[in-house]
C-alpha cells in the first residue's frame, strides 16, 4: 500500500523551513527518503530504523513515529539546489520491497 | 565506479508491441529493483530481483515480466503495450540485504 505524502507540492523562499509527512496503514520496518531532482534518477538521502529515531544530513533531517506509523522530513533554512520533488518509502519488514509514495514537489526560490 | 546504467534511454513503441529494457547494476550488487513513474503517481514498484530469483511483485498485470541474469543484470519486458504504459522506468540496485537503493537513470517509454 502506498505511504500517503503531504503536502503534494511547496513553495518556499531561500532561507525559509518546509515539513514534508508521510504515513502509512501498516506497521512498519524502516523509512526511506530519497529526492530527485528535475530529469535525474533519485538519489537516497536517509532511512530510519524502527525505534523514533532522528536523522540528519546537511540542514535536512527527519523523525520516525513507529506507534502513528509516520515520518516527517524538515528541511531548515532552505537553499535553492533543495528544489526537487521528494519521495518517502516505506518497508513493512526486511523481506518486502520499498514502496514509494507520490512525492512531494519542492521549489526553493530566491 | 559506474553506476546503474539502463538502456535503451527512449523508446518509442505502438499499442499492442512489446518493449524490452535492460538494466545493468553496480558491481557487486544483486538486488535489482524495477519502478514505474508515470506523471503524477509517483515511483510505483514493479519487480523485485534477487540472486536470480523474484523476490516481489507490484500489482501489475502479467504483461509485465522480468528476469534477472547470473550477472545479475536485468530485463524488463512489457507485452500487449498500452497508451498508459507510456512512463519513465526506473531501474535500482543494491547490495543483498541493504537497504539504500541505487537509482539508474531511467528508460522513457512512449506509446503511441
Known amino acids: 500500500q502506498q505511504p500517503v505524502q503531504s503536502p503534494q507540492a511547496v513553495i518556499l523562499r531561500e532561507g525559509e523551513d518546509a515539513v514534508i509527512n508521510c504515513s502509512s496503514s501498516k506497521a512498519l520496518y524502516s523509512v526511506h527518503w530519497y529526492r530527485q531532482k528535475h530529469g535525474e534518477a533519485p538519489v537516497f538521502l536517509m532511512i530510519l530504523l524502527k525505534g523514533g529515531e532522528q536523522k540528519g544530513h546537511e540542514k535536512i533531517s527527519a523523525s520516525f513515529n513507529e506507534k502513528k506509523q509516520q515520518s516527517s522530513l524538515y528541511l531548515t533554512a532552505s537553499q535553492l539546489s533543495y528544489s526537487g520533488t521528494y519521495f518517502c518509502?516505506?518497508?513493512?519488514?526486511?523481506?518486502?520491497?520499498?514502496?514509494f509514495g507520490k512525492g512531494t514537489r519542492l521549489s526553493v526560490i530566491a | 565506479e559506474a553506476g546503474v546504467t539502463q538502456s535503451p534511454t527512449h523508446l518509442i513503441k505502438t499499442r499492442g508491441q512489446q518493449a524490452t529494457l535492460r538494466c545493468s547494476p553496480i558491481?557487486?550488487?544483486?538486488?535489482v529493483y524495477w519502478y514505474q513513474q508515470a506523471l503524477g503517481l509517483g515511483l510505483q514498484f514493479l519487480l523485485w530481483?534477487?540472486?536470480?530469483?523474484?523476490?516481489n511483485r507490484g500489482n501489475f498485470p502479467p504483461r509485465f515480466s522480468g528476469r534477472q541474469f547470473p550477472n545479475y543484470s536485468s530485463e524488463l519486458n512489457v507485452n500487449a503495450l498500452e497508451l498508459e504504459d507510456s512512463a519513465l522506468y526506473l531501474c535500482?540496485?543494491?547490495?543483498?540485504?541493504?537497504?539504500?537503493?541505487?537509482f539508474g537513470a531511467g528508460s522513457r517509454l512512449t506509446v503511441l
Open positions: 518509502g516505506f518497508r513493512n519488514s526486511g523481506n518486502t520491497p520499498l514502496v
Open positions: 535500482a540496485s543494491s547490495l543483498r540485504g541493504a537497504n539504500v537503493l541505487t
Open positions: 530481483y534477487d540472486e536470480g530469483e523474484e523476490r
Open positions: 558491481s557487486g550488487h544483486t538486488s
